[in-house]
């Protein structure tokens, strides 16, 4: 599942489709027979979910807030319910990964001469807000990241630098930026299953300009080289794999969906991190940039996009199970495609998603 083609093939096997309400178009609803007839529900498949390997340094250091409210950083307290996905999540990384997240990582992006800068926007200009108050100073943002790989003069030896040069960063510095934690309200009060924090767990009001100002120069006092970072998970994960395995459901439909689902959560987050690791990663907006040709402004989609083939996994809302009402699988996944300029010269009306056979 980390190969693009191999995610392709998956997509072009399903049936299933559903359209988003927009205007001009009409909504076409799920229907569980078809999705238990193309094997995206209802398969009573039961197979042995025990993956092997190395977890990824950048996923080694973890929060885990207990029933008082205390915190417990002991990373064994996740392995029981998170080992699988978080080797999964490793495994995707260093597998199919690494190409998008080196295009941060080849040039300073934050530099005025980097090419991914808006042309017509002269060194010190501001967008027409003007200077952001809340940041001082206030740095100049890339408006797009270029794509490297892509160009005539990246021989295979330069990407292959490229690559290594990002692996080694993501394995010795990052990890020491970032800490993950399970996080019981995000997905409560918000519907986020994952959410990157641009200052440390407990710094202060969650992601105020205040807050990441402050963290910042306690990180730079510190010694820090880049700005330290909580990323949250939803807890539900954590429950639900608990209790699928407590019920003997270990390794069912339902428990592969939902470890997949979390090793996704994983990646996308680390799609926000690569970039706002910079001290400099500040605008007015706190706005991220485009990525390469995407019509979108989703760091984390564009690099889940990037993983399977122009294809992110979704979970499948039905009238009377809501994802967001319910936070479980069980109704299974879609793919939805990411739009870019690569596949549209127009953004689409309606977007098709089509269901993921659990096979």
């Known amino acids: 599942m980390a190969q693009n083609d191999s995610a392709m093939t998956v997509f072009e096997t399903v049936s299933d489709h559903h359209h988003h309400h927009s205007p001009g178009s009409i909504a076409k609803d799920w229907n569980v027979d078809e999705l238990e007839t193309c094997g995206a529900v209802g398969t009573n498949l039961h197979a042995p979910f025990d993956l092997d390997g190395e977890v990824h340094p950048i996923f080694h250091t973890w929060i885990i807030p207990t029933e008082d409210g205390s915190d417990d950083d002991n990373s064994s307290a996740i392995a029981h319910a998170l080992h699988q996905p978080l080797i999964l999540a490793s495994r ?205 402004m989703e760091l984390g989609d564009s690099f889940v996009a990037s993983i399977f083939g122009g294809w992110v996994p979704v979970p499948i809302s039905l009238k009377d199970h809501d994802f967001r009402n319910h936070g479980t699988f069980a109704c299974g996944l879609a793919w939805r495609q990411h739009l870019t300029w690569d596949y549209h010269r127009a953004r689409p009306k309606h977007r098709a998603h089509y269901s993921i056979p659990v096979t």
């Open 92 to 296: 995707i990384l260093e597998s199919a990964g690494l190409p998008w997240l080196s295009e941060f990582c080849i040039d300073d992006i934050f530099s005025p001469s980097y090419p991914g800068r808006n042309a017509a926007r002269k060194p010190g200009q501001h967008d027409e807000d003007g200077p952001s108050p809340l940041f001082e100073p206030c740095y100049e943002t890339p408006d797009v990241i270029v794509r490297h790989h892509r160009a005539a003069w990246a021989t295979p030896r330069l990407r292959q630098t490229w690559l290594a040069s990002t692996a080694h960063e993501l394995r010795t510095t990052l990890p020491r930026h970032v800490q993950w934690q399970l996080d019981a309200d995000i997905f409560k009060t918000s519907g986020w299953v994952g959410y990157t924090c641009r200052h440390p767990h407990g710094a202060g009001k969650r992601d105020h300009p205040d807050t990441i100002s402050a963290a910042d120069e306690d990180a730079k006092r510190q010694g820090a080289t880049g700005r330290l970072m909580t990323v949250l998970v939803m807890k539900e994960y954590v429950s639900r794999l608990c209790e699928l395995r407590r019920t003997g459901r270990f390794g069912g439909e339902e428990y592969m969906l939902t470890a997949f689902m979390a090793a996704v959560t994983l990646l996308h987050e680390l799609g926000h991190v690569i970039y706002w690791r910079d001290f400099r990663a500040v605008n007015r907006r706190m706005t991220e940039p485009y990525f390469g040709g995407d019509l979108e």
